[in-house]
């Protein structure tokens, strides 16, 4: 089965810097690669999908990178802005075996101060 | 177009006694999948159920059971519970088996004493 692993310390950056999200991943499977953000008490919201053909995909201030060789998965906030402070969350959705089902890493905190 | 709803929001239930969880899924949606998230576990997926069927289930005890009705609105129960039930259960609807992305609902925060 799919193990998905994020950095369990806090993120913490500078309002306007790049934050950068690492998401490792084994037992590799074709799969479909994706983010949410979480606030506290609340349930994930979809950000981005990306399918393994796929390098990088954008989307306004956000990026993302999915390497099938290194197994991970790199996002990216550019301009970030203390609104962005959240867990964020990756899963990763198996193509094949897997059950058909999201598999959820345990998240990165990222607080983003003035 | 609404978002899902889940019904309640907060539930304070005694070891023992049993518990239903109610979700919505938005509307046109069929497929809908319920997790158990916890700070030490996170984000735990229970069970999915699309066209009023179970398509898949996590590694839960028999304790923890669903269904879905004709309108795809969906129900989760937890039988006997336990204090390690007590956690944040969340519902995401998505619109069929070739769609991934998920929209989540806000969760139930199931307390139990």
Request: contains cysteine.
């Amino acid at each position: 089965s799919q193990k998905i692993e994020q950095n369990s310390e806090a993120l913490n950056i500078q309002e306007g810097k790049t934050a950068t999200l690492t998401c490792n991943y084994t037992n590799y499977s074709p799969a479909y690669l994706q983010w949410y953000r979480q606030d506290p008490g609340r349930g994930p919201v979809f950000l981005l999908l990306i399918r393994e053909n796929e390098k990088e995909k954008r989307k306004e201030r956000l990026k993302v990178t999915f390497d099938t060789t290194l197994k991970q998965s790199l996002f990216h906030i550019t301009a970030s802005q203390p609104a962005d402070s959240a867990t964020y969350l990756c899963a990763l959705f198996p193509l094949t075996g897997g059950g058909n089902k999201l598999t959820f890493g345990t998240g990165t905190q990222l607080k983003v101060e003035l | 177009k609404a978002g899902v709803t889940q019904t309640p929001r907060y539930l304070i239930k005694t070891r023992g006694q049993q518990v239903t969880l109610s979700c919505s899924p938005i509307s046109g949606h069929r497929s809908v999948s319920w997790y158990q998230q916890t700070p030490g576990q996170g984000l735990q997926f229970l069970f999915e159920y699309f066209s009023e069927t179970q398509r898949n289930k996590g590694n839960f005890p028999g304790r923890f059971s669903g269904r879905q009705f004709s309108n795809s609105r969906s129900e989760m129960n937890v039988s006997t519970l336990e204090l390690g039930d007590s956690a944040l259960y969340l519902c995401a609807s998505r619109y069929g088996t070739a769609s991934y992305e998920q929209y989540f609902g806000p969760g139930t925060r199931l307390t139990v004493t």
